[in-house]
Each structure stands twice: as C-alpha cells, then as structure tokens.
C-alpha cells in the first residue's frame, strides 16, 4: 500500500499545528486558514497604491501510514498564475530546497517566501526532507499571496504537491 500524506498548516507565536488541512485561504489574520468564513471575514483589501500581504503560510508534508521505505525529492506548485495584480511567492526554490527556522507569520513582504511560485512541476527537490515512517514531515515551506493595486478580488488555484516514493 502507498504511503499516505497530509498537509499541514502552521500559525501563530505558538507554532499551532492545524493537521491535515483539506484546503487553505491566504488571510489578513494569523489563523488557520481551512475554513470559508475565517475567509470571508479576513480578505486581503486591495490597495490604492502599493501592495498588501497576506499572513504567510507555513506548511509541512507529513506521512500519515501506508507502506513505503521512503518518501523523497518533496516539491510543489501551483496549477495556473493566481491573475491580475497577484503574486504567489515562496520559499522553495530549485537547487536550494526550503527548510526555513519556524518564525510567527508577519504580514509585510516576506524574506523568506521570496521566489515566485512555480506553475508547473519543478521537477526537482524544492523542499527538504525525507520521511522513513509515518508521523515524519517534510522541513517548512513558506508561501505568501501579495496583493497589488491593480488586483481584482476572488483567484482558486490548485497547489499539487509531489514527492519519488521508494516502497
């Protein structure tokens, strides 16, 4: 049986663990981000000059069960460019894999999610880790939605997430 993976989503000074997140909204609050309502009442406002920045997002792959030797060569991507006036920055980068210190989110343009995500598969490990046996993650990738002047409200995107498994 292949090995099972969850994504999971990190906030707050605390470092809060929010498991197995099925889906996830970029916010103007450090929250966990899964629910449609925390959404809707935490937008990013457009600016009339400039850009605004979403919290970062902190997130980490990690194996759940299955049967496998090991899970390596972590990256991922999103399934378009999220449009007009937006940008999807990350920490991971091709030919130097993302395993960031934990840091509370900030809300200002981010250091550390500083590459432009990708829209197709990288192909390459961008991010650290290799997981042996279930309840083993990945190291942190960052990511970060800036919101520009010329913005328009609304983008869905799929972020599809890959790894090489050895069973």
């Given at each position: ?33 899964t629910?449609?309502a ?120 799929t ?9």
């Open positions: 049986m292949a090995a099972t993976v969850a994504i999971n989503e990190y906030f707050s000074a605390g470092e809060t663990k929010s498991a197995a997140i099925a889906k996830g909204h970029f916010l103007n609050i450090d929250a966990a981000s629910s449609d925390v959404r809707d009442a935490n937008p990013i406002p457009v600016p009339a000059t400039g850009s605004n920045y979403s919290y970062e997002k902190w997130h980490k792959l990690e194996a759940t069960g299955g049967t496998f030797t090991s899970l390596t060569d972590f990256r991922h991507y999103n399934s378009a460019a999220p449009g007009t006036g937006l940008a999807i920055e990350t920490s991971a980068q091709s030919g130097t894999p993302s395993d960031e210190t934990y840091n509370t989110p900030i809300n200002t343009n981010s250091a550390k999610a500083d590459t432009a995500m990708p829209t197709s598969d990288p192909a390459v490990k961008t991010i650290n880790g290799t997981l042996t046996a279930a309840t083993q993650e990945t190291g942190y990738v960052v990511t970060q939605l800036e919101v520009q002047s010329t913005a328009t409200a609304g983008f869905d995107l972020c599809t997430w890959k790894w090489a498994e050895t069973v």
